[in-house]
């Protein structure tokens, strides 16, 4: 069973900080990675694509890709509350499916 | 564009009772998925599509079928509900990656 591991949270950081938030996963196959968020009540929301080693930076969000280690991880800087919400980590297996984490909750806090 | 449209919104059931879910894409994406998402338990997948004409069963397929009725279509049927398929069940797109969700279904089985 290839399996995507995150850290439930929640994972509370004040307001301004940066939220690291970490994910591994079992299945060395595995090329191509996601972050979703998603909101309370709400359908899950792409937010990072990474596919090779190394950071990839989009406005807030950095994604970091670690393939020898099986590490991705998301850095949100300057925090805000409305960033409060699941984070879901997900990675390619096989036949087109995507393998997910069970998410991350984060509160940003004033 | 729509994107990912799944209807109904919400639903009740009594145990023992059908229904079809169903979702439509307007991205022209090849495949298509079906997953429950559950507290705790993150998003698992029941049935996909890798393209027209063939679908597979995902993690979670006993009590449920699937019919891929064209590109756009995606409909998932349950014969004959149980309580423990009480869930928030959402439809994705992709074209290979990354997935696109839908709004979601809110299912209660009594």
């Known amino acids: 069973q290839k399996e995507v591991e995150q850290n439930s949270g929640p994972l509370s950081v004040p307001e301004g900080a940066i939220a690291s938030l970490n994910c591994t996963y079992s299945?060395?196959?595995?090329?191509?990675f996601f972050w979703y968020r998603q909101y309370s009540g709400k359908s899950p929301e792409l937010i990072m694509s990474?596919?090779?080693?190394g950071d990839k930076e989009d406005g807030r969000f950095t994604a970091q890709l670690n393939k020898a280690s099986q590490y991705v991880s998301l850095l949100i800087r300057d925090s805000q509350p409305s960033d409060s919400a699941t984070y879901l980590c997900?990675?390619?297996?096989?036949?087109?499916?995507?393998?997910f984490g069970t998410g991350t909750r984060l509160q940003v806090t004033l | 564009n729509a994107g990912v449209t799944q209807t109904p919104k919400f639903q009740v059931l009594k145990t023992g009772q059908s229904m079809t879910l169903q979702c439509a894409q307007d991205?022209?994406?090849?495949?298509m998925y079906w997953y429950r998402q559950d507290p705790g338990m993150g998003l698992r997948l029941i049935y996909y599509?890798?393209?027209?004409?063939?679908?597979d069963k995902g993690e979670v397929p006993n009590g449920y079928n699937v019919s891929r009725l064209n590109k756009r279509e995606f409909s998932l049927r349950l014969e004959s509900a149980a309580p423990s398929q009480t869930s928030v069940y959402f439809c994705?797109?992709?074209?290979?990656?990354?997935?696109?969700f839908g709004d979601g279904t809110r299912l209660s089985i009594l």
């Open positions: 991205m022209n994406h090849n495949s």
């Open positions: 997900a990675a390619t297996g096989t036949a087109s499916k995507l393998t």
């Open positions: 994705a797109s992709s074209m290979n990656q990354p997935q696109h």
């Open positions: 990474i596919y090779s080693n």
């Open positions: 599509s890798a393209s027209e004409g063939t679908t």
């Open positions: 299945d060395r196959g595995s090329q191509s």
